[in-house]
């Protein structure tokens, strides 16, 4: 079992910034992946970004340039830093992880308004 704790989530001007964290605990040593997917009301859920446990990054077209994903090893915790945040970036974020099985974080909410 893994569990993911996130913070950061919050209101921001567009063209601002946010930065997300994913703390992860339980069995984590088996962790392949972690990584964000966002969910904005009536869309379905999609992938913004992914980091392996070797570094390897992936991220979708629509954050590319803008949001930067990293993890910290000792900390057990991945970020996504995102800067020029657009208003179409309003969403919950939800963290992942995947061993195998995918677990999910609680989800947070950011929210990119004028």
């Known amino acids: 079992q893994v569990q993911l704790v996130e913070f950061g989530g919050g209101l921001v001007q567009p063209g601002g910034s946010l930065r997300l964290s994913c703390a992860a605990s339980?069995?984590?040593?088996?962790?392949?992946?972690m990584g964000w997917y966002r969910q904005a009301p009536g869309k379905q859920r999609e992938l913004v970004a992914q980091?392996?446990?070797?570094?390897?990054?992936m991220y979708a077209d629509f954050v590319k340039g803008r949001f930067t994903i990293s993890r910290n090893n000792v900390k057990n915790t991945v970020y996504l830093q995102m800067n020029s945040l657009k208003f179409e970036d309003t969403a919950v974020y939800y963290c992942?992880?995947?061993?195998?099985?995918?677990?999910w974080g609680q989800g947070t909410q950011v929210t990119v308004s004028s």
């Open positions: 992942y992880a995947e061993n195998g099985l995918r677990y």
């Open positions: 339980g069995s984590i040593f088996s962790i392949a992946a």
């Open positions: 980091i392996t446990s070797r570094g390897g990054t």
